[in-house]
Antibody
Framework: QVQLVESGGGLVKPGGSLRLSCAAS????????MSWIRQAPGKGLEWVSY????????YHGDSVKGRFTISRDNAKNSLYLQMNSLRAEDTALYYC????????????????WGQGTLVTVSS | SYVLTQPPSVSVAPGQTARITCGVNNIGSKSVHWYQQKPGQAPVVVVYDDSDRPSGIPERFSGFNSGNTATLTISRAEAGDEADYYC????????????FGGGTKLTVL
């Protein structure tokens, strides 16, 4: 069965860095488009980053552009999010999710999600 | 900026029909996806591409998208439907394509 397991979250000081990982199983990661989505405590969902199956197409949200970098290692069935210059407003539960476009229309939705890893940015 | 507007809360009596809206100018030209999130759990897609349902999602969940408003309809509401619901679109030809609505808390009274 499909499983996504995030890790790497924790407490970090403002200006610090963290690298999140997402281990995928139960499906072929190399055929899949992936995203990171976050949720601040008590708040709504915010899309963060997207990476195509080959890693050649990458997008980041405006709030993290220039600070966060999404990457993948298909041989290790893993997705990553390198987070630099962290701010208090980056405090959130970070989910990795598989992005799917069943009709090839260019519109992706997220059909599988992990349980998330918590990132807390505080001094 | 591109902001999907949802009502913060919707209430429905058990057995009745709940409608949750998601609005932005000309949303009908895009595909809209809907997620259900219960406390302490990851979101689950309940409708994708405006009106398709993943396997395992009851037929009570349906979607429609036209003009400036997309709507998630939950028929014969049950206590177990109480959750936060989010709409989402993917803006093609954008370098920050993923957008979620602010979410709607559905209360089944």
């Amino acid at each position: 069965q499909v499983q996504l397991v995030e890790s790497g979250g924790g407490l970090v000081k403002p200006g610090g860095s963290l690298r999140l990982s997402c281990a995928a199983s139960g499906f072929t990661l190399s055929d899949s488009y992936m995203s990171w989505i976050r949720q601040a405590p008590g708040k709504g969902l915010e899309w963060v980053s997207y990476i195509s199956s080959s890693g050649t197409t990458i997008y980041h949200g405006d709030s993290v552009k220039g600070r966060f970098t999404i990457s993948r290692d298909n041989a290790k069935n893993s997705l990553y999010l390198q987070m630099n210059s962290l701010r208090a407003e980056d405090t959130a539960l970070y989910y990795c999710a598989r992005a799917r476009d069943p009709y090839g229309s260019g519109s992706y939705h997220f059909d599988y999600w992990g349980q998330g890893t918590l990132v807390t940015v505080s001094s | 900026s591109y902001v999907l507007t949802q009502p913060p809360s919707v209430s429905v009596a058990p057995g009745q029909t709940a409608r949750i809206t998601c609005g932005v100018n000309n949303i009908g030209s895009k595909s809209v996806h809907w997620y259900q999130q219960k406390p302490g759990q990851a979101p689950v897609v309940v409708v994708y591409d405006d009106s398709d349902r993943p396997s395992g999602i009851p037929e009570r969940f349906s979607g429609f998208n036209s003009g400036n408003t997309a709507t998630l309809t939950i028929s014969r509401a049950e206590a177990g439907d109480e959750a936060d619901y989010y709409c989402q679109v993917w803006k093609t030809n954008s370098d920050h394509p993923g957008v979620f609505g602010g979410g709607t808390k559905l209360t089944v009274l």
